[in-house]
């Protein structure tokens, strides 16, 4: 299928288009819902009033957009406590960089690990703006003006922060610390042949890497910050020598996970619950 030809409604894919079109959203879902909820770790413990304010923002933005995604996996029959609320965790999708705690009492990890996300998710938007799905690509647009703020806050505080020398070493061991658990958001998976074959992306996640990687090391230097852009092969693939033992796309989460949803979904079986009630709906599923 050429990438400019548009794929059929929710109930019209064949096998290989739905799992494509399953596969991408519940890594774009998973990503946002899972670092979202991390955001809210540094809520009313952010350095200043207004650093609380954006982070708190920030995480509420990202919870919406995981919203958005899981809507579309609700075309396909899914319930909402099917993909959240009830599910097996070890069947996330998201990055091994949202889950991971923050270092304790360290603000310049919250900024690196934002900054990273940030600048990748500007990058993996870009590439579903042409989509052949026409479900995600008219969902993109809602999502990248917020995106841009996003990565505005990051940016500003990593120069702020590297200011001053205790500042600027707390950002190289930040930096140092995470770099590898970033890479993983551009880890494929055996479905992304079809998805970029399908046109549901216009780029490959290698090819965005590679762009990543020059974007933020290209910043970092330009900081004072020590960077080193790992090996990659000929069509742009990481080592895993270069990764984390454990990256996340395919389910092989770290021991932090576990905890983190078990968190998440306290209140929710505490009370009992069987579905997650929302104050209003939104309008354009209606």
Not at 108 to 134: N, Q
Not at 206 to 219: D, F, H, L, P, Y
């Amino acid at each position: 299928m050429a990438a400019t030809e548009s794929l059929s409604g929710p109930n019209d894919l064949d096998d290989r288009e739905r799992a494509a079109v399953e596969s991408l959203l519940y890594r774009l879902a998973d990503d946002e819902f899972v670092i979202a909820d991390r955001y809210t770790d540094w809520q009313v413990r952010a350095p200043t009033v207004e650093s609380d304010i954006a982070i708190a923002n920030i995480a509420q933005d990202e919870l919406g957009h995981a919203r958005l995604w899981y809507d579309l996996l609700e075309d396909f029959g899914h319930t909402e406590p099917e993909l959240i609320w009830e599910r097996d965790p070890e069947t996330f999708r998201h990055s091994t960089l949202c889950e991971l705690p923050f270092a304790e009492g360290d603000w310049a990890d919250a900024i690196v690990r934002s900054y990273f996300y940030d600048e990748a998710e500007h990058l993996r938007l870009e590439a579903l703006e042409e989509s052949s799905y026409p479900r995600i690509r008219d969902r993109v647009g809602k999502i990248v003006g917020e995106e841009g703020y996003h990565r505005e806050h990051a940016e500003n505080w990593l120069r702020r922060l590297v200011g001053g020398d205790e500042g600027r070493e707390r950002v190289q061991e930040a930096v140092d610390r995470l770099f590898p658990y970033a890479l993983t958001l551009f880890e494929e998976t055996e479905e992304d042949a079809a998805i970029d074959d399908l046109g549901i992306r216009t780029r490959s996640p290698s090819a965005m890497r590679a762009e990543w990687i020059e974007t933020v090391t290209g910043m970092l230097t330009e900081i004072g910050i020590d960077a080193r852009a790992p090996a990659t092969d000929e069509d742009g693939r990481v080592s895993t020598d270069e990764l984390p033992d454990h990256v996340g796309r395919g389910g092989d989460h770290t021991d932090h996970w576990a905890t983190h949803y078990d968190e998440i979904t306290n209140t929710y079986d505490e009370l009992g619950r069987d579905h997650a009630a929302r104050l209003m709906e939104d309008p354009d599923d209606e």
